[in-house]
Nanobody
Framework: QLIESGGGSVQAGGSLTLSCTAS????????MGWFRQAPGKTRRFVAT????????FYTDSVKGRFTISRDNAKNTLYLHMNDLKEEDTAVYYC?????????????????WGRGTQVTVSP
């Protein structure tokens, strides 16, 4: 089970940190990712990280602004978001896949949270 938290409303240029807490004992062996879905759009890849916290990878629109990280001792995944823009407004989903290596396609992920809303105002 994956539970996201940390969403909210922020003005453009602001920052938020999302967290995703996982239940179970295998968190340290699965790759994780963040996806987002804006109103009227399909769910899209944001960032991914391997099981040991290596090889973070980002979609181009968030590179340099977002940082994905994880703390396997706490079974927690993070997404640190800086310089937020209105176009970052979306529901953000945490996802996990049953292998250690990163993925960018949603169909590669086996576990999903329910999402947390991020709203960026001008």
């Amino acid at each position: 089970q994956l539970i996201e938290s940390g969403g909210g409303s922020v003005q453009a240029g602001g920052s938020l940190t999302l967290s995703c807490t996982a239940s179970g004992r295998n968190f340290g062996s699965i790759a994780m990712g963040w996806f987002r879905q804006a109103p009227g759009k399909t769910r899209r890849f944001v960032a991914t990280i391997s099981s040991l916290g290596a090889t973070p990878f980002y979609t181009d629109s968030v590179k340099g602004r977002f940082t994905i990280s994880r703390d396997n001792a706490k079974n927690t995944l993070y997404l640190h978001m800086n310089d937020l823009k209105e176009e970052d407004t979306a529901v953000y989903y945490c996802a996990g896949r049953r292998v250690a290596t990163i993925g960018v396609r949603s169909e590669l992920f086996d576990y999903w949270g329910r999402g947390t809303q991020v709203t960026v105002s001008p």
